[in-house]
């Protein structure tokens, strides 16, 4: 009996022991970097068979030529690095404008019936809308100066941190607030010890949302409002169809998106250590 039991309890084991498939015991970096080859491998055979245009896909190599050029711009202090720089700004400013603005407004919807009732349906009502319509409004209202393109930045990248605050303030549960009214805690107590800490890994998740909104804000408003940005030398590329410069220019932006990003992770990290539910691969 007892080798029947042990026999049934090892069947058991094996049918929930959970499967691993070949590709996810690929190490992270190996599979990276399978996937970089295999991208600019078929990039490589589209142009070289010319399925695409030349003039619309520049070969890998082109581009290459274009990042070193533009690299080499940066480390000797160029008119591109000036240019980076000033979207560099662009894109601090508007995230750190998106943060004041979305969590003020977070706390106003998801603590008070006035908020939820009166304002989230106003804020859901403009997030609808196209927000690169509000564009030439900026330009107007602020003139061509970074300002305008500040504001457009800002503009898209609230609306994350709002629903995110909002959504973190409810996450503690019944019990908690019950607990914590028990015990004879204001709101605001309420607020700044229990809610506010539940819901931090929500906000989070708005601000790394936000950290990539902010982006497409900043290079929008340069890209339709001039300046002096990296948004602006790609138009000024795309016009000329130099198409590997565009590029290049891109990648170079991604890197910058990517660094705000990481250090909104790094923060998450950092001040929700206690959060166990980040999920693997290093994002979050």
């Keep these: 009996m007892t080798d029947v039991t042990q026999g049934a309890a090892t069947g058991s084991d094996t049918v929930w022991e959970e499967h691993v498939a070949v590709i996810d015991r690929i190490p992270r970096w190996l599979a990276m970097a399978m996937l970089f080859v295999l991208v600019v491998g078929i990039w490589d055979l589209v142009t070289r068979f010319e399925v695409v245009s030349p003039i619309i896909l520049p070969t890998p190599l082109e581009t290459l030529e274009d990042l070193i050029f533009v690299g080499n711009n940066l480390i000797s202090g160029g008119y591109m690095l000036d240019a980076l720089w000033t979207t560099t700004l662009t894109v ?28 989230m349906p106003y804020l859901v009502a403009i997030d609808t809308m196209p927000k690169v319509a509000f564009a030439p409004l900026f330009i107007a209202w602020l003139g061509f100066d970074i300002a305008s393109k500040v504001a457009l930045a800002a503009f898209i990248a609230t609306f994350p941190i709002v629903v995110a ?10 019990n908690e607030r019950m607990l914590f009214k028990s015990i004879g805690a204001t709101r605001i107590q309420t607020l700044l010890r229990l809610k506010l800490p539940t819901g931090l890994p929500y906000v989070f998740t708005g601000l790394k949302i936000a950290a990539v909104g902010v982006m497409a804000g900043a290079i929008t408003g340069e890209f339709l409002g001039g300046g002096k940005g990296f948004g602006a030398l790609i138009r000024q590329s795309a016009s000329q169809l130099d198409t590997p410069r565009v590029f290049a220019l891109i990648l170079y932006l991604s890197l910058l998106g990517l660094a705000l990003f990481f250090v909104v992770v790094w923060m998450q990290r950092r001040f929700v250590f206690w959060n166990k539910s980040d999920r693997p691969g290093g994002v979050g």
């Design 92 to 119: 601090l400013y508007g995230f750190l404008i998106a943060i004041a603005i979305g969590f003020s407004l977070g706390v106003l919807v998801g603590e008070t019936k006035f908020g939820e009732r009166a304002v």
């Design 165 to 174: 605050t909002a959504a973190g303030l409810y996450a503690a549960s019944e």
